[in-house]
């Protein structure tokens, strides 16, 4: 396997103040983390905006697509829960410009499998995957002997969700409702190395039987606080089959930790 680095934002939230997410504060934090991007490729896993109503919503998502476009850098998004209030999924994928809401792509060599876990969204704010993109999805993961990573916004598995101040409160809602099924298809797929996400608004790493599986940080989360968010990010890398992930802010431009692993 060659050398691959690609950049990992989740849950930028831009729009007005909701709860501890300043997301007045998305557009800048976002002109700088593009200066400090270290590689070509970003992987946007969902929650664009602080939804508010249509007209706002849908904006918004136009600014943050504009922004990304004029950085120069290759982004493949993800839908999540808060994208879709007031926005339809047709509607988003017009905007993001991307013909459907779960697809793949083969990047230096490895297939990245992106899934729409809000297809749709139960309760609140809980995933879900239909039954037409789990058969997708499992051929998908048997095709071919490459590499493989999946990106989604919700988590397929459960969590510890003490000290997280949003998911106590709404118990199973961190994850997919069909989540086992989605595992059962996982472990019968070829050569995964990992499964990326975020929703969670916080950094969990957690191996589901074979499978590594990493929460991403929400770029404007917060809490408790209501104003001058990090910005957090993650640089992630491989290289001959070990894992490099580092925990990057925006505000200030710091490495906050690293994880490594062999897949």
Request: glycine content about 6%; some cysteine.
């Amino acid at each position: 396997m060659t050398h691959n680095s690609f950049t990992l934002i989740s849950d930028i939230h831009m729009g007005g103040l909701i709860e501890c997410r300043p997301g007045d504060e998305a557009e800048h934090l976002l002109n700088i983390f593009f200066d400090l991007c270290e590689s070509e490729v970003i992987i946007d896993l969902g929650d664009r905006v602080n939804n508010h109503d249509y007209c706002s919503d849908s904006e918004n998502t136009r600014k943050i697509v504009s922004l990304f476009r004029k950085s120069g850098k290759k982004t493949y998004p993800v839908l999540g829960n808060h994208d879709l209030h007031n926005v339809t999924i047709k509607e988003n994928l017009e905007i993001l410009g991307l013909q459907s809401s779960y697809y793949s792509k083969i990047i230096n060599g490895i297939r990245f499998i992106f899934l729409n876990t809000a297809d749709p969204v139960r309760k609140e704010c809980m995933g879900h995957i239909s039954c037409q993109q789990l058969k997708w999805l499992e051929q998908e993961l048997t095709a071919d002997d490459l590499p493989k990573i999946i990106c989604a916004h919700h988590p397929f598995f459960s969590q510890d969700m003490k000290g997280n101040p949003f998911f106590t409160t709404i118990a199973g809602q961190e994850k997919i409702d069909n989540g086992e099924e989605v595992e059962r298809i996982l472990l019968q797929g070829k050569n995964i190395l990992c499964y990326l996400c975020g929703h969670v608004h916080w950094f969990y790493f957690k191996k589901v039987n074979t499978i590594p599986c990493l929460a991403v940080p929400s770029f404007i989360e917060n809490y408790p606080l209501k104003e001058q968010c990090a910005g957090r990010y993650c640089e992630f890398s491989i290289e001959d089959r070990k894992i490099e992930i580092s925990f990057k802010t925006v505000n200030p431009s710091r490495v906050l930790g690293k994880i490594e692993y062999d897949c």
